[in-house]
């Protein structure tokens, strides 16, 4: 068995060792890409549920009329719920192991656990393989389906409402893709009426959740090959991609790839003043803000810089053609294991993810060291020129103003800068 690839990244100063990230070995990683390895099957249900009125439940004083607490009202909306039938629109399992799901979903709807909006992942007997069986339930609600119902000790509502099921034995593709299998299940709600009029669309939808919502990677990387440097180099820059070429569906698939790259769901870019950084919790920096001013009211757009990927038949090219030693380790990782193994992929992905978040970790605690310590000052611009990774960790730091609001850390980050600049900046690379 081969061992796990490591790759050197960078040499911290701070830690005065040589650190790196491993990439996982394509062949202890679950292979999804071996048809005999793996299943995947989908079903979508459908039930009715009533849910009372949060002012009909009494609170944990007894008194009616009141505001009850969350427990109360979810006490109560398993109750009403105790009873409740479900029924199947689509699927592919065979009948035995649909009831068996079924009967899962159901027991967990009757007790008030599944919540609308985002996906679960759990482990259900179905009795498909000797191994365990893995399934994604997401539940959907349609709220111009809602209807006021009158209930014994009050009124309620009652929905229709719906829960997608993706089932797998590989456990690590329902949890490392859960976000892309929580869009495409949303997906649905525009395909869902109360008639059910378009099942064979449905049926037809959802027989592609796999392809999607996981094997997207693999294609892109494939197309890509190793100029996925400039894209993960884009993402971790915070550009906006813009893709000219290529079909529809090599777009999608791209532009999923993009955001799996991307830190922006991870680091809150904000803006606080010093006079609001006490108690007050940081409000999202807009992309247009509105000025009020004495005469008028004036809007000033944020932009932001453009990445252009051209797409012709046998070829890709980037408009940006840049990228640093950090990105470039991370496209090798990519590419010299199973580029048809989604697992492996985003296992990279999310690995280099990591490095890089705990790099700005690093980063932030060597700047607030360095409000009143001038050898940490040092030691960050030696971090940032050593780390492979400087330009990105220092522009991330300057747009996550909201941790580093004081005064003394926004000298320390202009400081930073004038002498990186000095210097002749990152050593950034270009093909």
């Not at 280099?352 to 409000?371: G, H, P, V």
Request: charged share 25%; aromatic share 8%; hydrophobic share 30%.
């Amino acid at each position: 068995m081969a061992d796990a690839e490591e790759i050197e990244t960078v040499t911290s100063q701070e830690e005065g060792k040589r650190v790196s990230v491993v990439a996982p070995d394509s062949d202890t990683v679950d292979d999804a890409s071996t048809e005999a390895q793996y299943y995947k099957y989908f079903a979508l249900y459908t039930y009715h549920a009533n849910r009372p009125s949060p002012t009909s439940t009494p609170n944990h004083e007894g008194n009616d009329g009141q505001q009850g607490t969350v427990a109360d009202f979810l006490q109560k909306e398993a109750v009403v719920n105790s009873d409740l039938s479900i029924s199947v629109i689509a699927t592919d399992l065979s009948a035995e192991h649909e009831t068996e799901l079924r009967s899962c979903i159901a027991k967990r709807l009757s007790r008030g656990t599944v919540y609308s909006g985002s996906g679960n992942v759990a482990s259900m007997p179905l009795g498909i393989s000797e191994e365990s069986s893995y399934c994604y339930y997401c539940l959907l609600r349609q709220p111009e389906q809602e209807t006021v119902s009158m209930e014994g000790d009050g009124s309620g509502v009652t929905s229709r409402e719906y829960v997608v099921c993706f089932v797998t034995n590989i456990e690590s593709v329902l949890d490392l893709f859960r976000i892309e299998l929580e869009n495409f299940s949303h997906g649905l709600l525009s395909l869902v009426d109360t008639s059910l009029t378009e099942i064979d669309h449905i049926q037809r939808y959802l027989t592609d959740w796999y392809q999607e919502s996981v094997e997207f990677i693999s294609r892109s990387v494939e197309k890509l090959q190793m100029d996925v440097v400039y894209l993960i180099h884009a993402a971790m820059m915070d550009y906006k991609l813009d893709i000219q070429g290529g079909d529809d569906n090599l777009r999608k698939d791209i532009n999923k790839l993009f955001q799996c790259c991307s830190l922006a769901g991870l680091l809150q870019h904000s803006k606080i003043s010093e006079s609001e950084s006490g108690n007050k919790s940081p409000e999202p920096d807009p992309l247009v803000e509105v000025v009020a001013d004495t005469n008028q009211a004036t809007t000033s757009t944020k932009t932001q810089r453009a990445c252009t990927l051209t797409i012709t038949d046998d070829k890709v090219s980037f408009g940006e053609e840049e990228y640093n030693e950090f990105c470039e380790n991370w496209a090798k990782a990519l590419c010299k294991g199973s580029m048809d193994n989604p697992v492996y992929l985003r296992q990279v992905i999310e690995n280099f993810k990591l490095k890089a978040i705990q790099d700005m970790n690093t980063l932030k605690r060597l700047i607030r060291q360095a409000e009143n310590d001038h050898y940490a000052l040092y030691r960050s611009c030696i971090f940032l020129r050593n780390c492979g990774n400087g330009a990105i960790l220092l522009q991330t730091a300057k747009m996550e103003d909201h941790t580093l609001t004081s005064h003394d850390s926004q000298q320390v980050l202009k400081a930073l800068q004038e002498f990186i600049e000095e210097k002749g900046g990152f050593s950034n690379r270009t093909r």
